[in-house]
């Protein structure tokens, strides 16, 4: 087997973000497996054919991302912002918040838009792993809602998606979607099967291992979880870890998220620079509100989604599904979406400084067009850039040391 230069690379650098492109455009030759403290990576069992190598090498978001329509600097493409929820209480309540994407999914599939839907839902094998589900009816869009904070792949599957009849509506992470939207440029057939395309703002993808240490800091054992929720249910919603007797132990979303899962979260994610999925059609995340330092309060109270509208198609899919009443939604000006997302607005700041560590230390790093990290970087300040010059250098050299130890 000859390896891929085009894995090598991604590898090298620890770029991989997981999505599954790869062994959606090489079937039988790249599949993803679950190594390390529990990240989802590429292992390729045959010699790729030049046609499969090249697509790879353009389109993994490891390697290459573009944000080809002009965008804000912090927020990409926006036609209109709007904050809502679903109409339906129950999904409201069982979503992360407010259950925009699901409505808007509910909305596909009962106008008979789409037949079936690509999302992630929980592991049925592993409560807090994901798997790719295909649902094809408004109730499974509600048994797969509310946040998955773990790897998963979704285009590992993407023959099968393309190959299957019918018409489909997709919900990926922003990578997911980036290197999507950069294989339908090769291959004619993804705008054709799957029309739209959805996204979440993401702050990062944390490793299985932080899951597990959420489990086991509520005092559940491995063998005794039955079900394990990031969010939802509420908004934010706590992490439910439910015993197999029907016990159950909760832990604030501000504990699990903010004290622990962050801290498990892959390298590829500190230098993204679309955590907003700026190549979706539509786009939901968490309307926070702040105190007056800056910070989300994460106290509970009934859901609220931010939802940008990035294209033609997308604005059109949410004006539907709010004429048709399953989405209740109101104008935000797009200058208010800094308070909402202080995290964004944070990690696009440093993205610039971030990957000038990588350069100064030779090691590869992906190649973003049409992002606009300058003027995020100079808002950041001299200070902050340097500390995350120094920190991401920090990161880089310590890894480098461990693989030589090991």
Known sequence: MTPSPALGRVARGDLCSGCGGCAGLAPGRIEMVMEGPGWLRPRQSATLDPAQEEAIAATCPGLTVEQDRPGHPYWGP?????????????????????????????????????????????SDAVPVANETVVSVTPAEVFAAA???????????????????????????????????????????????????????????????????????????????????????????????????????????YNDSWGDILTQHVQFRCKICPDGVGGAADAVCADAWECDETGYPVFEERDGSSLILSRTEKGEALVRAAMEAGRLAAD????????????????????????????????????????????????????VANLRNTAGTARRVLRELRDRKRR
């Open 331 to 382: 104008p935000l000006p797009l200058d208010a979406v800094k308070a909402m997302q202080p995290g964004q607005v944070s990690r696009k700041r440093g993205v610039a400084a971030r990957l000038a560590a990588l350069a100064a230390l030779g090691r590869p790093r992906p190649s973003y067009r049409g992002f606009r990290l300058l003027s995020p970087a100079m808002e950041n300040g001299l």
């Open 146 to 252: 509310g946040s998955r904070y773990a790897p998963s792949a979704p285009l590992a599957r993407l023959e099968e998606i393309l190959e299957t009849p019918g018409r489909a509506a997709f919900v990926g992470k922003p990578c997911d979607v980036a290197a999507l939207r950069a294989i339908a440029k090769r291959d004619p057939r993804v705008d054709a099967k799957i029309p739209w395309i959805l996204s979440f703002f993401c702050a990062g993808v944390p490793s299985q291992t932080g899951a597990e240490a959420v489990v086991t800091k509520l005092g559940v054992a491995p063998d005794d979880l039955a079900a394990f929720r990031y969010r939802g249910d509420g908004w934010p919603g706590h992490a439910t870890a439910t015993r197999r007797d029907g016990g159950v132990e909760r832990m604030s």
């Open 78 to 122: 926006v036609l209109e912002c709007r904050t809502g929820h679903s109409t339906d209480p129950a999904l409201r309540h069982q979503a992360s918040s407010g259950g925009g994407i699901s409505a808007l999914l509910v909305h596909l599939l009962e106008t008979g838009a789409v037949d079936r839907v690509i999302q992630i839902a929980a």
